[in-house]
């Protein structure tokens, strides 16, 4: 089984619609990012949270919400679902800075295809 | 603010070539880590290498080569006699002190290795 495991794999819905992606880990990590990705952008981010208190803006945040239920879990909202938030979006975690050496290294999920028509 | 380019959106090579993707990178931090992913056609992000700014030497792994050059903030990556199972598309990313230690990533290269 993956440790960072993203639900739905494919997801297509309509303009208006709420959706919600759902991202659970089991590596104990405390830090958890949602990513987009989108063809020559690269990955941008999204939302990071650094334990379940804890919810952080990234790049490019609007039109979109986070939950930190637990730390193993960490679920990306679209409230109303619009076009231009058609992508792959990842899920990813990454250990604390205690660690030693710290890298920053992500570990990621297999991703999450969003169509929205 | 970190920056990561990639320019080279897409190559594409026959099977056997060397190729090269390039990755010019900017930060104002002495401390920082570079990695390269790749991402096959299956969608998945798989990590390749992790380097720290403090290690120039260049480093090796079967066909995978890295190049970090410090003085031209650059960090290439070369696969040699490249197979079909090397298409995917690459990323180049930076994670330093600023911006919450969050990984910047390049756009990617779209590496097709026809057969």
């Known amino acids: 089984d993956a440790d960072v495991t993203q639900t739905p794999r494919n997801r297509i819905t309509k303009t208006g619609k709420r959706i919600m992606l759902e991202c659970s880990q089991t590596?104990?990590?405390?830090?958890m990012y949602w990513y987009r990705q989108d063809p020559g952008l690269g990955l941008r981010l999204i939302y990071y949270?650094?334990?379940?208190?804890?919810?952080n803006k990234g790049e490019i945040s609007d039109g979109y919400s986070v939950s930190r239920q637990a730390q193993a879990k960490f679920s990306l909202s679209l409230e109303s679902a619009i076009p231009n938030q058609t992508a792959l979006y990842f899920c990813?975690?990454?250990?604390?800075?205690?660690?030693?050496?710290?890298?920053?290294?992500?570990?990621f999920g297999e991703g999450s295809r969003l169509t929205v028509l | 603010a970190q920056k990561v380019t990639q320019a080279q959106t897409e190559i594409s090579v026959v099977e056997k070539e060397d190729v090269t993707l390039d990755c010019v990178y900017e930060t104002r931090d002495t401390t920082y880590y570079l990695f390269w992913y790749k991402q096959p056609p299956s969608g998945e992000l798989v990590f390749l290498i992790r380097?720290?700014?403090?290690?120039?030497q260049n480093e090796i792994s079967g066909r995978y080569s890295w190049n970090f050059q410090k003085s031209t903030s650059s960090f290439n990556f070369t696969i040699t006699a490249s197979q079909v199972v090397d298409s995917a598309v690459y990323f180049c990313a930076l994670r330093d002190n600023n911006a919450g230690n969050m990984l910047t990533f390049g756009g990617g290269t779209r590496l097709m290795v026809k057969p």
């Open positions: 590596k104990g990590h405390d830090r």
């Open positions: 380097r720290n700014s403090f290690d120039e």
């Open positions: 990813a975690t990454s250990d604390p800075p205690g660690l030693t050496p710290f890298t920053g290294e992500l570990f």
């Open positions: 949270s650094f334990d379940v208190k804890d919810i």
